[in-house]
């Protein structure tokens, strides 16, 4: 589960980081 959750947040992370780059 932990792992799961470190990979969600890596994600959201990766994600606002395209919304950043896309605005």
Do not use: H, M
Request: proline fraction near 0%.
């Amino acid at each position: 589960a932990e792992a799961r959750a470190e990979f969600a947040e890596r994600s959201v992370q990766k994600l606002q980081k395209e919304v950043d780059r896309l605005e």
